[in-house]
Every structure is written in structure tokens, then in C-alpha cells.
């Protein structure tokens, strides 16, 4: 007689629906987010304030238009200061884009990795992400975002350097 409520409860074990959660990344960058996510962006708005580009760090020539090689006829010098400006412009933004890349992308990488693992402690088998559109409906207790942020915030706190002293 014992092995019919231990027959019903494996058998309703082996049923169990999936347990699926969401979580909305959009939210990390918003005020109380992934802290160390919200001091990289206000490092990297202070940086752009300064940030200069330097059109031949290593101090080779950049490559230039057949056209715009000395002497410049009158005729094509403004065209050629134009195509000049605009080649340095690209290639600052580029320059800007990739220490974006580089001060954000480890820690975009470990917050991929810190919500695999977060959902798999939690027996979480489907983790969605959500956007602005395309959930009709959800119960808040799906939303596991909060408790992440809280959860990644505890373990990774954001260490500011302390200011130095004026001399």
C-alpha cells in the first residue's frame, strides 16, 4: 500500500512542467542595475569628455587620395581638407568604439556567464530574455531581473579608486 503514493509522487516528478523564467538586460544600465555595468558607462562618459585621437600614433603617414598629394591644386584643397576631416572623424569613432569594446565587453562576457549560472542554481531551464514588445502576458515571479541584479551586485561589488591628493 505504501508504493501507490510513491508511484503518484515520482510519476508527477517525472511531469513536472519546466520551470522557464525572464530576464530584461535593458534593465542593467538603468539606475540600481549592474553596478559595475553603471560605473564602466560613467568612466567611459568621463573618458569621452578628453578623449583625442591621434591620426598617426606610431608616426607613419597615413595613406591619402593620388588626388590630394602636395601640391594640391586650389581646386581640390578644400575637397581634399574635406575628405581629410572626414577619414579622421571614422577612424576616431572607430577608436572610441573599440576601447568601448574593450572596457565593456569582460564585463557584458561575466554577466552572460553570472546569469547561466544564476538560472541553473535556481533549477531555471529556460531563461528568456525580454524586450519592449512580444510578452502578452507574464506573472511577476517569472521576471527574475531584481533578484539578479541584487544577487550579481552583492558578489561583484564595484571598487572605485580613491582620489589622490593635490600636490
Not at 583625442?52 to 603617414?61: Q, T, Y
Not at 577619414?87 to 561575466?110: C, F, K, S, T, Y
Request: with cysteine; hydrophobic share 40%.
Amino acid at each position: 500500500m505504501r508504493l501507490v503514493p510513491l508511484l503518484l509522487l515520482a510519476s508527477s516528478l517525472a511531469h513536472a512542467e519546466p520551470k522557464v523564467a525572464m530576464i530584461e538586460k535593458a534593465r542593467f544600465e538603468e539606475a540600481g542595475g549592474i553596478a559595475r555595468l553603471l560605473a564602466a558607462r560613467e568612466q567611459l562618459d568621463r573618458e569621452k569628455k578628453t578623449f583625442r585621437f591621434v591620426e598617426s600614433p606610431d608616426g607613419k603617414p597615413l595613406p591619402t587620395s593620388d588626388a590630394c598629394k602636395p601640391p594640391i591644386p586650389n581646386s581640390l584643397k578644400k575637397l581634399c581638407d574635406d575628405w581629410a576631416s572626414s577619414r579622421l572623424a571614422n577612424q576616431a569613432e572607430a577608436a572610441w568604439n573599440m576601447h568601448e569594446v574593450e572596457v565593456l565587453g569582460p564585463i557584458e562576457a561575466d554577466l552572460d556567464g553570472a546569469i547561466v549560472a544564476y538560472a541553473k542554481s535556481r533549477g531555471i531551464e529556460l531563461l528568456l530574455e525580454k524586450y519592449e514588445t512580444g510578452v502578452v502576458y507574464m506573472a511577476p515571479s517569472v521576471d527574475i531581473t531584481a533578484a539578479f541584479i541584487k544577487d550579481y551586485n552583492a558578489k561583484h561589488p564595484v571598487v572605485r579608486p580613491k582620489p589622490q591628493p593635490k600636490r
